[in-house]
């Protein structure tokens, strides 16, 4: 099959759900400022020319908090995302978040499938916030995303919302997240998905009832 094709043979083969991030999660005024000329657009599948991967705080400690995944279950899909990626020759960001204090670095296994990737250190909590992740996403010149993150709700959903204002296209890929309580993935998915804006506001574009 060709490598153009990864996501529904070799990405989704390891067990990977992915999950497309709806475009309308910021406030109005962002919104405005930030929209794209054409927010209509037909579909373009994901493909080894065109994605990039983003893999977010997966560290020691973070890992030891996580309730929603078995934690052998969690690492097993990170690797298994990882090594697709490098084997399709995707760039890959990777980033933790202050690594040298209780957080930990990020886990064994993940460093040992991704040799020689630059792992950068932040103290931003929204991983677009960090100049150095940002500009290393925007080198990669791939205008589909795909992130994973822990946490879910927060590590995976902020900078695939900020992706998507940005005008790019933003995947989770969240069998290779994890959370806190079930509650706080449930937050998260919603987040994600959700068509209306913070605080009640209306999506302008929303006919809905």
């Known amino acids: 099959m060709e490598r153009r094709r990864f996501l529904q043979s070799i990405v989704l083969g390891a067990g990977t ?24 657009r037909f579909y373009e599948p994901l493909t080894s020319e065109n994605a990039a991967l983003v893999l977010i705080d997966h560290q020691v400690g973070l890992m030891t908090g996580v309730r929603d ?19 399709l020759k995707l760039p890959i960001v990777v980033t933790t978040t202050a690594r040298d204090s209780m957080w930990g670095p990020t886990f064994p296994e993940l460093v040992e499938a991704l040799p020689g990737v630059q792992i950068i250190d932040r103290s931003s909590v929204n991983a677009f916030d960090d100049a150095r992740v940002a500009h290393a996403i925007e080198t990669t010149g791939r205008r589909k995303l795909i992130f994973a993150g822990l946490s879910l709700e927060v590590c995976a959903a902020f900078p695939a919302i900020t992706a998507v204002n940005k005008g790019l296209d933003a995947y989770v ?10 509650t706080k993935r449930q937050l998260g998915l919603l987040r994600m998905t959700s068509w209306r804006h913070p605080l009640g506001l209306r999506d302008p574009d929303d006919r809905s009832p």
């Open 17 to 40: 759900t992915i999950l497309g991030v709806a475009p309308a999660a910021a406030a109005t005024n962002f919104r405005e400022k930030n929209a794209m000329p054409n927010p209509t």
């Open 69 to 87: 995944y078995s934690i052998a279950e969690l690492k097993h899909n990170v690797v298994g995302l990882a090594k697709a990626a490098k084997t």
């Open 173 to 182: 890929a969240v069998d290779a997240c994890g959370t806190f309580s079930e």
